[in-house]
């Protein structure tokens, strides 16, 4: 809906701080408004690390603590350089390839949310590494299951991006023949292996949507239903629910996130679809309220690896510059 429809803010301000107050359709976060009631700020609950993300990065510094160095994350633990250079400074080092894992033979290797492929495991043990898994357990699940269904005879496709490490790693769980899918014409151009039964997964962190659509272009090319399993996890798919809600009644959104994380980018753009004056922030400095229309609604999201910190150093800024503007 464009601005020039919608009801004023603070009606639109009113309905909200309803919703956010009752926690209802999908638009539980927190809200402060203007005196006058015609300003508001909106923080999505959802914003910022999801579980395994949490999870990963609580596992990296409890390691730190324990004082067993040198200790290595296999790729950086997020897609985040604030967390990252912290860990850096204590020492956390980050192996980017298997020819730098290669040249290891001692310390701890951690496991990212993201999960590795079946081999990383086997170079680790082999080179005499302690490995400490954090790998998100839903993405787990995703390896045994393609795992399983590979030794069952089924040909695999993964729904999403086919270099992004989640996917690479998924991708080294499957035995037999297995495609990655990511777009419309990639679908249509699909080709099954031949005979084999068809099992379909996702990336985690992929749009609803789009993989329903995917769904059913393969489907029309399969020798066979193919087995569906939906991967997508639910911490994606609420955030992503609760920015469009909110990019629905806000005037300006902004979706805080580093520029290499999936999940930010399509939190973006499923805020630009609804919402035209939305922004992505990567770092604190990137903020530039002058660009914000001083209106109505500000809302605000955050991708999986975006620290909370940094939500609330843009949030208080927003409350500071907006509310006061009125
Ligand atoms: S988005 Fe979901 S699957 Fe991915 S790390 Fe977070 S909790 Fe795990």
Known sequence: ????????????????????RDGKNGLPGSLWKSDDGTYAVYVAKSAGFCFGVRRAIDTVYREIGKGK??????????HNDTVVND????????????????????????????GVAERIYRKLEEQGLQIVDATCPYVRKIHR???????DGYEIVIIGNASHPEVEGIRGWCSGPA???????????????????????????????KFYKLVEIIKALSYDIPVVLNTICNATEERQTEARSVALV?????????KHSSNTQKLYEICKKECSNTFFVQTF????????????IVGISAGASTPNILIEEV????????LNRC
């Open 250 to 258: 806000a005037d300006a959104m902004i979706v805080i996130g580093g």
């Open 145 to 151: 299951a393609v795992q399983e269904k590979g030794r």
């Open 1 to 20: 809906m464009g601005y020039e429809n919608q009801p004023d803010a603070a009606e639109r301000i009113r309905r909200l701080e309803e919703l956010a």
């Open 179 to 209: 495609s990655v899918i990511e777009t419309e014409e990639e679908a249509q151009a699909w080709k099954p292996a031949g005979g084999l039964p068809v099992c379909i997964v996702s990336q985690t962190t992929f749009h609803h949507k």
């Open 315 to 322: 949030s208080k800024l927003c409350q500071k510059t907006i």
């Open 87 to 114: 860990l850096a400074a204590r020492g956390v080092r980050v192996i980017r390839t298997e020819q730098e894992l290669e040249e290891l033979h001692e310390g701890t290797v951690i496991i990212r949310s993201h």
């Open 69 to 78: 160095e040198p200790i290595y994350t296999y790729g950086p633990i997020i």
């Open 285 to 296: 400095d990137d903020l530039n309220l002058r660009l914000v229309p001083s209106r109505g």
